[in-house]
């Protein structure tokens, strides 16, 4: 759609080109012309002193524009256990299957995953009881030259549960460049999966990941 500035525009070239060929006097058409434009450009500023830019939003001149929400950056892992094998305190929970990694940052032989965009995490494991014992599963955060910190501890439910009763636990989380985020067996026995399978089957019992959201 012209824009009234731009047709403004247009017949001032006519009056240019009027002028130009002797069409007359256009002294009086010349001047509302220009004082019509000094009012719109005007109109245009007080309109850009009014906007402001928010997160992702940037003005400049009579042009907006916005690069939108979030990070722009997808990174996260989803990785489990094929095993019904019982793990005991204290160690790190053995997720050694990944179904996906994006960005590489989880390394599924020391089952760290080390952060490599700052924001924030949704953090989360899945792990299964062994009957009679109350299995612990801490997820924990260590950082540059600090010494690790317990994020939640997952013991909800019974003290004596039977079987292959399921638990979850997850938290969001606050990184920078280099933490390590990780799942540590605490306290008695569980298990990550209810059964043993094939690493090629794609059934996920017990997942357990990270993704950043923002």
Request: net charge negative.
């Amino acid at each position: 759609m012209t824009s009234l500035l731009q047709k403004i525009n247009e017949l001032d070239s006519r009056i240019d080109n009027i002028n130009i060929s002797g069409g007359g006097d256009t002294t009086a058409l010349q001047a509302q012309v220009d004082t019509n434009t000094t009012d719109i450009s005007g109109i245009q500023i007080n309109k850009q002193n009014l906007l402001t830019a928010g997160d992702n939003i940037s003005i400049v001149g009579d042009i907006i524009s916005s690069t939108g929400g979030g990070s722009g950056t997808d990174i996260g892992f989803l990785a489990y256990h094929n095993s019904s094998t019982d793990y005991s305190a204290i160690r790190l929970a053995p997720y050694n299957l990944v179904r996906y990694n994006t960005g590489n940052a989880y390394d599924n032989s020391t089952y760290i995953f080390t952060v490599p965009v700052a924001g924030k995490y949704y953090f989360y494991a899945t792990y299964f009881t062994k009957d009679g014992s109350a299995g612990v599963l801490d997820l924990r955060i260590k950082k540059t030259n600090q010494v690790e910190e317990t994020l939640i501890r997952g013991q909800e439910g019974q003290t004596t549960p039977v079987k292959h009763e399921k638990r979850q636990v997850s938290v969001i989380v606050e990184c920078v460049v280099g933490d390590q985020l990780y799942a540590v067996i605490r306290f008695n026995t569980l298990r990550l999966s209810i059964l043993d399978y094939s690493s090629t089957n794609n059934t996920i019992y017990g997942p357990y990941g990270c993704q950043l959201l923002t």
